[in-house]
């Protein structure tokens, strides 16, 4: 049974830094994987996404450029390295599991979620 725990996140200030990590158990090396976030009132929305053997990213328009993913040696944890954080990127951050090998941004190739961690900008 795939689990997925996030881990990292916190309150920061506009412009500060965070780290998320998602530990991964049942088997996700062979399989892509990706984070979400969620606003309060909002759809759910892509932020990054990294294909099994980690070669190749995608990353939303909004955090381009700030935001950076890779997965660990072991393939078996998954890292958000979020930089100049804003306001805007508040939200409940999930990791996910992909359905196949390669990145998608597709909520629905995505069968494995976490609880999510809580990340709050202040301004």
């Known amino acids: 049974q795939v689990q997925l725990v996030e881990s990292g996140g916190g309150l920061v200030q506009a412009g500060g830094s965070l780290r998320l990590s998602c530990a991964t158990s049942?088997?996700?090396?062979?399989?892509?994987m990706g984070w979400f976030r969620q606003a309060p009132e909002k759809e759910r929305e892509f932020v990054a996404t990294?294909?099994?053997?980690?070669?190749?990213?995608h990353y939303g328009e909004s955090v381009n450029g700030r935001f950076r993913i890779w997965r660990g040696n072991a393939k078996d944890t998954v890292f958000l390295q979020m930089t100049s954080l804003k306001p805007e990127d508040t939200g409940l951050y999930y990791c996910?599991?992909?359905?196949?090998?390669?990145?998608?941004?597709?909520?629905?190739?995505?069968?494995?979620w976490g609880q999510g961690t809580q990340v709050t900008v202040s301004s």
């Open positions: 990294i294909s099994a053997g980690g070669g190749a990213t």
């Open positions: 049942g088997g996700t090396s062979r399989y892509a």
């Open positions: 996910a599991k992909a359905r196949g090998a390669v990145g998608t941004s597709r909520l629905d190739e995505y069968d494995y």
